[in-house]
C-alpha cells in the first residue's frame, strides 16, 4: 500500500512539473527564511543562562525622581548600594558591582620585554568587586574563579586576549601593564575564562579588581553618597525561597533609612527595582547600560516575518491543490468505488504533502548553506548551520508541520468527493473551494502590501535620520581618543603639530562629543529658585574652539577664554536649558545657577552664564534634546581630540596625522574614528532591522507571486475553450488579459484595504520609540498597494498573454 502511494505521488509530481516546482520551491524558500530567522532567534535568546542559579540573581538599577518630574530608568546604581544592601538584608545571599569607567572606551594592555612586547587598546573592560565570580558563573580554562580578584590589582582575562597577549601559554601570575589616561597601572592575571560561545549581557574581554591602584585608591573608595556617582551597576543574588516582589519593596524602605536625608537636602527621590539576569539582555532598554542590549520586539517581528512566509507557502499548496483538484477527483472515485475509506485517503494526501516538505527541506538546507554568509552580514554575527542543535529539532517539526497545515485542507477537501458525482463530471463544493483560495489569495498579499508599507516606512525614518539637522558639524570630523596618560599630557603639543598639516582646519579636545554615551551630568536651579526646583544638565568639559571646531552655534555671549582659569566658574548652556530654567536668552548672559552639591573637587556652589548655544543633538535622535552646559574645569576635557578636516583625501590626511601620532607619542598605538560614524552607530540595530524587512518583504512576494502564478496557469488551462470561442467571436489580445487578469487584480484591491490600517497602526507603534520621527503620509498605502498590483499583474498578464495569443483552432478542435 505505501508503495502504490508512492508512485502515486511520483507520477503526480511528473505530470504537473510546473505545480510541483511551485510547491517545492514555494516551501523551499518559507523553510530557508524561517531558518534563516530561528537562526537569529536562538543567537539572540538564552543570554546568561550559563550562570548557576540564574533565577535567584537580580540587577539593581533605579529611577529618580527630580522637581516632581520621573526621570527615566538608570541601569547603574549608587556607589553605597551594594553595601547597604548585603548588611541590613538578610535575604541578600551575595552583592557584587560592575563599573564601567566613564569615557575610558579603550585601555592599552602591555605584556612582555623586548622582542616578546605585546602592546595594544582593548575595549570591553570592567571593574568589579571581588565577589564578582561568586555571583557570576564563568569557565575558567586557568586560574580559580571564586578566588581570583581576592588580591588587589588582579585582573582576568577572556580566552582571546590572553591569547593576544601570551600566545598559548598559562598566563596566570604574569604582570600586565595597563594604560590609563591618569597613569600606567601594573596588574597581575589571576584567571583567564573562555569566552567562545558565551552569551553575556556584559561583552566583558577582561576584568579588572576594584580595589586596585588606579581607580581603586583614588576614586571608587570614596564615593560613598547616595547622591552622586551613580555608575555602580550592582547585582544580588538571593537565598532560596525569596519573594523578589516583597523583596523589592523592603529595598526602599531599607534605602530610605540609609540615604533618604541626604537625597531629600538636594531635591531628589529615588526608586530602586529589580531585573531578573535572564531578561536583562533582550527586555531592558534602560539609560546608562553596559553594552547595547537585543531588543525582544524585534525577534517578535521577525518571527511573525518567518511565520507569515511560511504561511503563504502552505496557502500556495492549499490553493494549487484544490484548485487542481478536478485532475485528481476521478482517482479518488475510483478509490472510493474499490472500498477506500476516507480515512486512507486522507492519510495518502497527508503522506503526500510531507513528502513535498522533505523535498522542500533539503532544498531549503541547500539555500540556506549558501545564502548564510550573507545573512551573517547583514545581522552582522558568525551563525554557523551546525552551532546550535537544539534548532534541528526545531526543524524536524516545523518540517512536519509544514507538511500537515499545507496539505490538511486539501487531504479533507479531495477525500470527501462523493464517488457518484465525481465518476458522472460533477464536482461538488466548487463554490466554498473557490471562496477559501479567493480568501487566501487577499490574505497573502494583505501580509506582502504590511511588509511593502512597513519596508517604506523604515527606509523613509532611517534616512530621515541620516539627514536630519544636527545642530553641529558631524561630516569631515575626525576623533582621537586620548586614552593613556601619555597622550593626554602631550595634547597641547599634539595640536600645535596638527595645525601645521594643510588639510587639518582647527583641532580641539573635549571630555566627550556628541553621539556617544556621557554619564556626567549635575542638578543646577535658577536664581529665586530653590533645590526642590533643580533641572538636570549634562555635562561637558572643553576647550574654548570646541564650538568652531564642531560647527555649534553660539547665539548669545561669548566661548571660553584661553585663560582657562579665568572661566573656571562659567558656563554655556544650550536653548533647552534657559528655557527650563525660565531665563530669557536676550538677558541671560551674566546670570547664575546654582547647586545645592558639595564635596566634588572644582564645583562651585554658582556658576555664570557666559554663552548660549543653540539646540543640538548630542544624543541620538531616540531622545529629545535635553539642557546641556559646557565647563572647562569641572570634569577632565583631555579624553578626545577632535581635528575638523578640510579635504576628502580621508587615506593622505591620516596618514599625516598617524605620523604626526607616532612623533608626539611614540610609545602609544595610533587609533581614530569619524564623528560621522561613531554617530551612526546608534541607529546600526534598526538598519539592521530594516535591511531585514526589506529582505524577507521580497521574499514574501515572492512567494505570493509564485502562487498566483500557478492559479493564473490553471484558470487559463480551465478556460482554454472559452478563450478559444471568445478568440473566434472577435475578442483581441487586450480584451482576454484583462478578462483573465481582473479576478486577481479585485483580490489584490480588497488586501489593500485591509493592509493600510494594519500597516498603519504597527509603524506607528514602532514610530513612537523615536523622538523625532516621520509623519506617516496617508500616499505611502497607495504607493505600497501600487506597488503589490503592478507586480500582481505582471505575474497574471504573462500567462494571460500567452494564453490570449494561442491559436483557437487548437482549442475547440476537440469540440
Given at each position: 500500500?505505501?508503495?502504490?502511494?508512492?508512485?502515486?505521488?511520483?507520477?503526480?509530481?511528473?505530470?504537473?512539473?510546473?505545480?510541483?516546482?511551485?510547491?517545492?520551491?514555494?516551501?523551499?524558500?518559507?523553510?530557508?527564511?524561517?531558518?534563516?530567522?530561528?537562526?537569529?532567534?536562538?543567537?539572540?535568546?538564552?543570554?546568561?543562562?550559563?550562570?548557576?542559579?540564574?533565577?535567584?540573581?537580580?540587577?539593581?538599577?533605579?529611577?529618580?525622581?527630580?522637581?516632581?518630574?520621573?526621570?527615566?530608568?538608570?541601569?547603574?546604581?549608587?556607589?553605597?548600594?551594594?553595601?547597604?544592601?548585603?548588611?541590613?538584608?538578610?535575604?541578600?545571599?551575595?552583592?557584587?558591582?560592575?563599573?564601567?569607567?566613564?569615557?575610558?572606551?579603550?585601555?592599552?594592555?602591555?605584556?612582555?620585554?623586548?622582542?616578546?612586547?605585546?602592546?595594544?587598546?582593548?575595549?570591553?573592560?570592567?571593574?568589579?568587586?571581588?565577589?564578582?565570580?561568586?555571583?557570576?558563573?564563568?569557565?575558567?580554562?586557568?586560574?580559580?574563579?571564586?578566588?581570583?580578584?581576592?588580591?588587589?590589582?588582579?585582573?582576568?582575562?577572556?580566552?582571546?586576549?590572553?591569547?593576544?597577549?601570551?600566545?598559548?601559554?598559562?598566563?596566570?601570575?604574569?604582570?600586565?601593564?595597563?594604560?590609563?589616561?591618569?597613569?600606567?597601572?601594573?596588574?597581575?592575571?589571576?584567571?583567564?575564562?573562555?569566552?567562545?560561545?558565551?552569551?553575556?549581557?556584559?561583552?566583558?574581554?577582561?576584568?579588572?579588581?576594584?580595589?586596585?591602584?588606579?581607580?581603586?585608591?583614588?576614586?571608587?573608595?570614596?564615593?560613598?553618597?547616595?547622591?552622586?556617582?551613580?555608575?555602580?551597576?550592582?547585582?544580588?543574588?538571593?537565598?532560596?525561597?525569596?519573594?523578589?516582589?516583597?523583596?523589592?519593596?523592603?529595598?526602599?524602605?531599607?534605602?530610605?533609612?540609609?540615604?533618604?536625608?541626604?537625597?531629600?537636602?538636594?531635591?531628589?527621590?529615588?526608586?530602586?527595582?529589580?531585573?531578573?539576569?535572564?531578561?536583562?539582555?533582550?527586555?531592558?532598554?534602560?539609560?546608562?547600560?553596559?553594552?547595547?542590549?537585543?531588543?525582544?520586539?524585534?525577534?517578535?517581528?521577525?518571527?511573525?516575518?518567518?511565520?507569515?512566509?511560511?504561511?503563504?507557502?502552505?496557502?500556495?499548496?492549499?490553493?494549487?491543490?484544490?484548485?487542481?483538484?478536478?485532475?485528481?477527483?476521478?482517482?479518488?472515485?475510483?478509490?472510493?468505488?474499490?472500498?477506500?475509506?476516507?480515512?486512507?485517503?486522507?492519510?495518502?494526501?497527508?503522506?503526500?504533502?510531507?513528502?513535498?516538505?522533505?523535498?522542500?527541506?533539503?532544498?531549503?538546507?541547500?539555500?540556506?548553506?549558501?545564502?548564510?554568509?550573507?545573512?551573517?552580514?547583514?545581522?552582522?554575527?558568525?551563525?554557523?548551520?551546525?552551532?546550535?542543535?537544539?534548532?534541528?529539532?526545531?526543524?524536524?517539526?516545523?518540517?512536519?508541520?509544514?507538511?500537515?497545515?499545507?496539505?490538511?485542507?486539501?487531504?479533507?477537501?479531495?477525500?470527501?468527493?462523493?464517488?457518484?458525482?465525481?465518476?458522472?463530471?460533477?464536482?461538488?463544493?466548487?463554490?466554498?473551494?473557490?471562496?477559501?483560495?479567493?480568501?487566501?489569495?487577499?490574505?497573502?498579499?494583505?501580509?506582502?502590501?504590511?511588509?511593502?508599507?512597513?519596508?517604506?516606512?523604515?527606509?523613509?525614518?532611517?534616512?530621515?535620520?541620516?539627514?536630519?539637522?544636527?545642530?553641529?558639524?558631524?561630516?569631515?570630523?575626525?576623533?582621537?581618543?586620548?586614552?593613556?596618560?601619555?597622550?593626554?599630557?602631550?595634547?597641547?603639543?599634539?595640536?600645535?603639530?596638527?595645525?601645521?598639516?594643510?588639510?587639518?582646519?582647527?583641532?580641539?579636545?573635549?571630555?566627550?562629543?556628541?553621539?556617544?554615551?556621557?554619564?556626567?551630568?549635575?542638578?543646577?536651579?535658577?536664581?529665586?529658585?530653590?533645590?526642590?526646583?533643580?533641572?538636570?544638565?549634562?555635562?561637558?568639559?572643553?576647550?574654548?574652539?570646541?564650538?568652531?571646531?564642531?560647527?555649534?552655534?553660539?547665539?548669545?555671549?561669548?566661548?571660553?577664554?584661553?585663560?582657562?582659569?579665568?572661566?573656571?566658574?562659567?558656563?554655556?548652556?544650550?536653548?533647552?536649558?534657559?528655557?527650563?530654567?525660565?531665563?530669557?536668552?536676550?538677558?541671560?548672559?551674566?546670570?547664575?545657577?546654582?547647586?545645592?552639591?558639595?564635596?566634588?573637587?572644582?564645583?562651585?556652589?554658582?556658576?555664570?552664564?557666559?554663552?548660549?548655544?543653540?539646540?543640538?543633538?548630542?544624543?541620538?535622535?531616540?531622545?529629545?534634546?535635553?539642557?546641556?552646559?559646557?565647563?572647562?574645569?569641572?570634569?577632565?576635557?583631555?579624553?578626545?581630540?577632535?581635528?575638523?578636516?578640510?579635504?576628502?583625501d580621508y587615506a593622505g590626511v591620516i596618514k599625516k596625522v598617524a605620523a604626526t601620532w607616532k612623533k608626539i607619542n611614540p610609545?602609544?598605538?595610533?587609533?581614530?574614528?569619524?564623528?560621522?560614524?561613531?554617530?551612526?552607530?546608534?541607529?546600526?540595530?534598526?538598519?539592521?532591522?530594516?535591511?531585514?524587512?526589506?529582505?524577507?518583504?521580497?521574499?514574501?512576494?515572492?512567494?505570493?507571486?509564485?502562487?498566483?502564478?500557478?492559479?493564473?496557469?490553471?484558470?487559463?488551462?480551465?478556460?482554454?475553450?472559452?478563450?478559444?470561442?471568445?478568440?473566434?467571436?472577435?475578442a483581441s489580445v487586450t480584451n482576454i488579459t484583462l478578462l483573465l487578469s481582473r479576478d486577481f487584480l479585485g483580490l489584490v484591491?480588497?488586501?489593500?484595504?485591509?493592509?493600510?490600517?494594519?500597516?498603519?497602526?504597527?509603524?506607528?507603534?514602532?514610530?513612537?520609540?523615536?523622538?523625532?520621527?516621520?509623519?506617516?503620509?496617508?500616499?505611502?498605502?497607495?504607493?505600497?498597494?501600487?506597488?503589490?498590483?503592478?507586480?500582481?499583474?505582471?505575474?497574471?498578464?504573462?500567462?494571460?498573454?500567452?494564453?490570449?495569443?494561442?491559436?483557437?483552432?487548437?482549442?475547440?478542435?476537440?469540440?
Amino acid at each position: 500500500m505505501l508503495y502504490n502511494y508512492l508512485k502515486v505521488a511520483l507520477r503526480s509530481l511528473a505530470r504537473n512539473k510546473v505545480f510541483s516546482f511551485i510547491n517545492i520551491f514555494g516551501l523551499a524558500i518559507g523553510l530557508t527564511t524561517c531558518l534563516l530567522i530561528m537562526f537569529f532567534i536562538f543567537s539572540e535568546s538564552g543570554y546568561d543562562q550559563q550562570n548557576k542559579d540564574a533565577d535567584l540573581i537580580y540587577r539593581v538599577p533605579t529611577v529618580a525622581t527630580l522637581a516632581g518630574q520621573k526621570q527615566r530608568g538608570w541601569a547603574a546604581a549608587p556607589p553605597a548600594l551594594a553595601w547597604a544592601l548585603k548588611t541590613d538584608l538578610p535575604e541578600v545571599a551575595v552583592t557584587t558591582r560592575l563599573l564601567k569607567f566613564p569615557e575610558i572606551d579603550n585601555m592599552l594592555l602591555t605584556a612582555g620585554q623586548g622582542d616578546s612586547r605585546k602592546q595594544f587598546y582593548e575595549s570591553n573592560a570592567y571593574y568589579v568587586d571581588s565577589t564578582f565570580f561568586r555571583v557570576f558563573t564563568y569557565d575558567f580554562k586557568y586560574g580559580d574563579a571564586p578566588t581570583a580578584l581576592d588580591v588587589p590589582n588582579s585582573v582576568v582575562l577572556s580566552e582571546t586576549v590572553a591569547q593576544r597577549l601570551f600566545g598559548n601559554e598559562n598566563p596566570v601570575g604574569r604582570p600586565v601593564t595597563i594604560g590609563l589616561r591618569f597613569g600606567n597601572f601594573d596588574y597581575t592575571v589571576r584567571g583567564v575564562f573562555r569566552d567562545k560561545g558565551l552569551k553575556s549581557h556584559i561583552p566583558a574581554h577582561f576584568f579588572l579588581s576594584m580595589h586596585n591602584s588606579d581607580v581603586g585608591g583614588a576614586w571608587v573608595d570614596n564615593q560613598t553618597n547616595w547622591v552622586a556617582g551613580s555608575i555602580f551597576h550592582t547585582y544580588i543574588r538571593l537565598k532560596k525561597a525569596v519573594d523578589p516582589t516583597s523583596f523589592e519593596k523592603k529595598i526602599n524602605a531599607a534605602i530610605g533609612k540609609r540615604g533618604g536625608t541626604e537625597l531629600k537636602e538636594v531635591g531628589i527621590s529615588r526608586y530602586f527595582f529589580l531585573q531578573p539576569l535572564t531578561r536583562i539582555y533582550l527586555y531592558s532598554q534602560l539609560d546608562d547600560e553596559i553594552a547595547p542590549n537585543g531588543n525582544v520586539t524585534t525577534l517578535y517581528i521577525l518571527g511573525s516575518i518567518a511565520a507569515f512566509i511560511l504561511l503563504i507557502a502552505c496557502i500556495n499548496f492549499m490553493n494549487l491543490s484544490t484548485a487542481r483538484s478536478g485532475k485528481r477527483a476521478k482517482e479518488v472515485g475510483v478509490r472510493k468505488v474499490m472500498g477506500a475509506e476516507r480515512r486512507s485517503l486522507v492519510y495518502q494526501f497527508l503522506g503526500e504533502s510531507i513528502g513535498l516538505s522533505i523535498l522542500a527541506l533539503l532544498l531549503a538546507l541547500a539555500l540556506t548553506w549558501l545564502l548564510l554568509p550573507l545573512f551573517n552580514t547583514v545581522v552582522q554575527k558568525q551563525l554557523q548551520l551546525f552551532d546550535e542543535p537544539r534548532i534541528w529539532a526545531w526543524v524536524a517539526g516545523l518540517t512536519l508541520v509544514t507538511g500537515i497545515l499545507a496539505g490538511l485542507y486539501p487531504a479533507f477537501y479531495l477525500s470527501s468527493f462523493r464517488p457518484i458525482a465525481v465518476l458522472k463530471g460533477k464536482l461538488l463544493n466548487n463554490f466554498s473551494a473557490l471562496t477559501i483560495r479567493k480568501g487566501l489569495i487577499v490574505f497573502q498579499f494583505t501580509i506582502s502590501i504590511c511588509l511593502v508599507s512597513g519596508a517604506i516606512i523604515i527606509a523613509r525614518q532611517l534616512n530621515y535620520l541620516n539627514t536630519q539637522p544636527l545642530g553641529f558639524n558631524k561630516e569631515q570630523q575626525i576623533v582621537l581618543p586620548l586614552q593613556s596618560k601619555e597622550a593626554a599630557a602631550n595634547y597641547t603639543a599634539l595640536k600645535n603639530e596638527l595645525a601645521n598639516i594643510s588639510a587639518v582646519r582647527s583641532v580641539t579636545c573635549g571630555e566627550t562629543y556628541p553621539g556617544i554615551t556621557s554619564v556626567n551630568d549635575m542638578v543646577f536651579y535658577a536664581e529665586g529658585k530653590t533645590s526642590k526646583d533643580q533641572i538636570d544638565f549634562n555635562l561637558n568639559a572643553v576647550e574654548g574652539d570646541y564650538f568652531q571646531t564642531l560647527g555649534l552655534t553660539l547665539l548669545e555671549g561669548r566661548t571660553f577664554s584661553k585663560n582657562i582659569d579665568a572661566d573656571s566658574g562659567s558656563v554655556i548652556v544650550n536653548e533647552t536649558a534657559l528655557r527650563q530654567l525660565g531665563y530669557d536668552r536676550k538677558t541671560a548672559i551674566g546670570r547664575k545657577i546654582y547647586t545645592s552639591f558639595t564635596g566634588i573637587p572644582r564645583l562651585h556652589n554658582s556658576m555664570e552664564i557666559i554663552g548660549v548655544v543653540k539646540d543640538f543633538n548630542f544624543e541620538s535622535l531616540y531622545n529629545p534634546i535635553k539642557p546641556y552646559a559646557f565647563t572647562t574645569s569641572l570634569w577632565d576635557r583631555y579624553v578626545y581630540a577632535i581635528a575638523s578636516l578640510g579635504t576628502n583625501d580621508y587615506a593622505g590626511v591620516i596618514k599625516k596625522v598617524a605620523a604626526t601620532w607616532k612623533k608626539i607619542n611614540p610609545s602609544v598605538p595610533f587609533s581614530y574614528s569619524f564623528l560621522d560614524k561613531d554617530f551612526q552607530q546608534n541607529y546600526e540595530k534598526d538598519q539592521r532591522t530594516g535591511e531585514i524587512v526589506r529582505y524577507f518583504t521580497i521574499v514574501t512576494i515572492l512567494i505570493a507571486c509564485l502562487g498566483l502564478f500557478g492559479l493564473s496557469v490553471f484558470s487559463a488551462e480551465q478556460r482554454t475553450r472559452e478563450i478559444g470561442i471568445r478568440k473566434v467571436l472577435g475578442a483581441s489580445v487586450t480584451n482576454i488579459t484583462l478578462l483573465l487578469s481582473r479576478d486577481f487584480l479585485g483580490l489584490v484591491v480588497i488586501a489593500i484595504l485591509i493592509a493600510s490600517p494594519l500597516a498603519w497602526y504597527g509603524m506607528h507603534k514602532w514610530l513612537e520609540g523615536f523622538a523625532y520621527r516621520i509623519s506617516i503620509s496617508w500616499w505611502l498605502f497607495p504607493l505600497a498597494g501600487l506597488i503589490a498590483v503592478a507586480i500582481a499583474w505582471l505575474t497574471v498578464s504573462f500567462q494571460a498573454i500567452k494564453a490570449a495569443i494561442a491559436n483557437p483552432v487548437r482549442a475547440l478542435r476537440s469540440e
